[in-house]
């Protein structure tokens, strides 16, 4: 009676199995159980799951979370921002540092930019603002540079009017080259998408960050604010 060659040589192709003098031509093929067959099986039921609502669910916790707070994070979150944290922790004994070097365009600094940048203040968190931090008739790209050079982490905040701005090449434009060069940056999306920042942008829209449309304002600066905090 002919041997099956799986035990030692496995059915791994549908070639395999045909020419296995046992099972050859067999069309049964739940009669012998491969080796091989679960942990493909495995990965298949956990990738359908993972497709699934629970991986976007706020329920997580980053490793820099304070004792007692309630903020809560997806995996996806905490992965995107686990880098920059990283760098915090690095710079954290450089002295007259800003927390957060907030880059916006132009017609958003007396709304959506002023917000958040109001609402990072209230966390205790730095600034760099250039509302405040541009003296009037300073050279603007120095004291940009001065400021991505005295900042942990830097925010782009992400908006229609930015959009429009990074197309033709402005000042914020300039701000997000040096920002991405120095792989400190996340994108924080304001009435607007991804999938249009990509259009504009590769580069940046390749990054993953944060989403006015999945949640408040005030709660993308309580992340911003424990992601600084040391």
């Known amino acids: 009676m002919a041997r099956c060659t799986a035990p030692r040589y496995g059915h791994r192709t549908a070639s395999g199995r045909a ?7 067999s069309r049964s093929y739940n009669s012998y159980s491969s080796p091989y067959s679960s942990p493909y099986s495995s990965y298949s039921s956990n990738s ?6 629970s991986g976007n669910s ?49 017609d958003d600094r007396k709304e959506s930019a002023k917000e958040l940048h109001d609402l990072l ?6 600034v760099w603002f250039s509302e405040k931090n541009v003296l009037l008739g300073s050279p603007l790209l120095r004291e940009i540079d001065n400021g991505l050079a005295k900042s ?7 908006t229609p009017s930015f959009l429009k701005r990074i197309q033709g090449a402005g000042i914020a434009d300039k701000e997000l080259s040096a920002l991405l060069a120095r792989d400190l940056l996340v994108p924080i999306v304001h009435n607007t998408t991804f ?14 960050g944060l989403n ?7 709660d993308i600066a309580a992340k911003l604010a424990e992601l600084v905090e040391i």
């Open 212 to 218: 006015t449309l999945e949640e408040p304002m005030k």
């Open 121 to 126: 203040i209230s966390h205790g968190v730095t």
């Open 19 to 25: 020419a296995c003098p046992a099972c050859g031509g």
């Open 58 to 106: 706020r329920s997580s916790k980053p490793r820099w979370s304070k004792a007692g707070s309630n903020v809560l994070y997806t995996p996806a979150e905490i992965q995107t921002l686990t880098p920059l944290r990283a760098n915090v922790e690095q710079r954290s004994s450089i002295q007259d540092l800003c927390d957060v070097f907030l880059c916006h365009a132009w």
């Open 48 to 53: 359908g799951s993972r497709s699934g609502g």
């Open 195 to 208: 999938e249009a920042l990509r259009e504009v942008s590769p580069l940046l829209g390749s990054r993953s």
């Open 152 to 158: 942990r982490v830097g925010i782009v905040l992400v």
